[in-house]
């Protein structure tokens, strides 16, 4: 990774104090880099009756997790488990905390 540094004097506007500072901005390689994924991507992979039952909860560098917003019944959880599990995805039981786990690459 690089790191670009950037000095800046700033004035304080209560005191009128020259204030410096040093600005670090660290760049990540592009092999690295993990583009953000857009929501309209994940939710195109269902129907739309399903994308409005589902909410992307989290986006890490290797998964998507979504929840459900509403209670699925056993007829559309298994339809959504189906698309989940052709993406690549599971079902994560944690109780109140149970999400759709799916690998960001499905989104590619």
Known sequence: MTNVEASRVIKCP??????SAKLVCELR???TYQSPIEH???Y????P??????TI??????????KPNVWLGPGDFSEIIQVVKEL???WVSQGKD???KIPREAFA
Do not use: P
């Not at 209560?14 to 204030?19: E, P, Q, Y």
């Not at 195109?44 to 129907?47: D, I, M, N, R």
């Not at 009756?49 to 589902?54: D, P, S, T, V």
């Open 29 to 31: 390689d592009a092999e």
């Open 49 to 54: 009756e399903q994308a409005n039952k589902l």
């Open 57 to 66: 909860t989290n986006v890490d560098k290797d998964h998507v997790y979504l």
């Open 98 to 100: 149970s999400h759709f």
């Open 14 to 19: 209560r005191c009128g104090a020259n204030l």
């Open 40 to 42: 309209g991507k994940v």
């Open 44 to 47: 195109q992979k269902f129907t």
């Open 88 to 90: 690549g995805g599971e």
